[in-house]
DNA sequence: TCGTGATGTTATCACCTGTAACAATGTTAC
DNA sequence: GTAACATTGTTACAGGTGATAACATCACGA
C-alpha cells in the first residue's frame, strides 16, 4: 500500500521515498540482518538511483540508525501493553515480554543494541529512543518498589540487574547459546523468576505463598 | 619479536605469516573493532600481497573466528584463575572477572557474542571454544549446589540465569546503555550479589550473616 | 637433481559507500 | 504567468573491499 498520492503515474519524483525505503530496510533487516543492508540494492528495488537515497539519509549508518529508533519504539509499545494493575506481576510479565520481543526480532534486537555497528553519542535520537524504553522497565519495578513489594535497595541497581538479566537472556537465546523458548519454553519464566527472588522484600520470601 | 626463523634476510616466503596475521589481526580489533579488520590493509601492514593471505584463511569470515576462538580462550583462562577453595565467593568471584574480562576487551567481547557476523553453527571450533569457557561458569556454580550453598533447583537454569545476568550487564556497559565500571565500581558486585540472594539455599538467606 | 606442493605474486571481477556535476520538478515572490 | 530558488531526482566517477584465476618462486623429499 504505498503512501504516494499518485502511484499510477511515473514521475520523476517519487514522492515518497524515505517512508518506503525505510520500510523495505526494516524488511531486509529482519530477514536478512543488518549486513544485508545495501544502498544499491534499496534503490535498485525501489526504481531508483543509489545517490537519490543520500537525499534522505546521510549515509548507511544514518539509515541504521533509524530503523534502530523505530525498533526502540515498537519495544517500547510491546513494553507499555504489560498490564500494571499487580505491580508484583508486572514485573514477571514484563521480562518475559522483554525476552519475547527480541526472540520475534532477533536481527532488529541486534541492530539496537550492536554497539559496534551503532554507537552510543553519535546519533542523538538512537539514545533518547533508548533511554525511553529502558524506562518503562524502570517504571515498573519503581512501582514495586513503592508498594513495598522489593527490597528497598537502590532504584538503579535494581533496574541495571534487571534489564541485564532480560538483555543477557534475550542475546544469549537468539545468537544460539543457550536454548531458544521453543526448546525451553518457562526458560525465561524461571531466569526472571530467580533474579526476582533475590529482590523481594523479606515480607514476601516465597513467591509462590503470594496470591494476587 | 618475529617468529621467522631469517628474519634479516627478505625471502619470498614470508615464513610466518598466519600467525602474525593473526596477531596483528587481533591488534587491529582490540583497538578499532571488527569492522576495520581488512585483509587488503592487513596485507600491506605485513608487507605481503592480500590473495597471500587467502592460502592461510578461507576467508575474512573465518579469521574473525580465528580471533573470537583465542578470545575465549583468554576468557577461560581468565575464568580459571578465580581462587575455587570457597564455593560461596566464588560464585561472586566469577561473575566480576566475567564482567571484567568484557570491559577490558569490548571489542574482542564483541566479536565473540556478536551473533550475526559469527553465527553459531558455521565454524564448529568456535562453538566448542564458547562451551567450554562457559563450562566454567557452570560448574562454579554446580560447586556451590553440591556444597548446598544454593537452592537445589536445576543446574541449567540457575547457569542460565547467572549467564544472562554477566553477559547481559558485560554488553549494556561496554556498550554506554549502563555506567561503566569506572563510574560506578560497585555495580557489578551489586547485581551478582541481587541474583544470587535470589538463588541461596534457605538456611542462607543473608549473604552478609555468613562469613567464609 | 628434479619435480611437486606450498606459498607467494599480479591481474581482474563484482560489489560496495560516498561525492560531484547536472537535470527535472515543485514552489514561491513578484 | 513567469523568474528565481529549493528539492529531489539523474549519470559519472573515485576509492575501497572481498574474492578468484593464472602465474612465479621457493623448500624439500624421492
Known amino acids: 500500500m504505498p503512501r504516494n498520492p499518485t502511484p499510477l503515474k511515473a514521475t520523476y519524483h517519487h514522492g515518497d521515498l524515505p517512508h518506503q525505503a525505510h520500510q523495505l530496510a526494516l524488511e531486509t533487516l529482519r530477514e536478512h540482518g543488518d549486513a544485508a543492508i545495501s544502498l544499491r540494492a534499496l534503490a535498485k528495488q525501489l526504481g531508483v538511483s543509489a545517490p537519490a537515497l543520500y537525499r534522505h539519509f546521510i549515509d548507511r549508518e544514518s539509515l541504521l540508525a533509524e530503523l534502530a529508533i523505530s525498533g526502540f519504539e515498537s519495544l517500547r509499545e510491546r513494553l507499555q501493553t504489560v498490564d500494571q494493575s499487580s505491580p508484583r506481576l508486572a514485573l514477571v510479565d514484563i521480562g518475559l515480554v522483554y525476552v519475547s520481543f527480541a526472540q520475534d526480532e532477533p536481527n532488529l534486537y541486534r541492530l539496537m543494541f550492536g554497539g559496534r555497528v551503532l554507537p552510543r553519542g553519535v546519533h542523538p535520537r ?51 547459546h543457550l536454548p531458544s523458548a521453543k526448546a525451553e519454553p518457562h526458560l525465561a519464566e524461571g531466569v526472571v523468576t530467580l533474579l526476582l527472588e533475590g529482590s523481594l522484600a523479606n515480607n514476601e520470601q516465597q513467591l509462590k505463598d503470594t496470591s494476587p
Do not use: N
Open 126 to 176: 538512537l539514545d533518547v529512543a533508548g533511554k525511553i524504553a529502558f524506562q518503562v522497565l524502570e517504571d515498573t519495578i519503581a512501582r514495586a518498589q513503592q508498594v513495598g513489594y522489593v527490597k528497598p535497595i537502590p532504584l538503579s541497581l535494581m533496574t541495571a540487574a534487571a534489564w541485564s538479566l532480560v538483555h543477557g537472556l534475550a542475546q544469549l537465546t537468539i545468537d544460539g
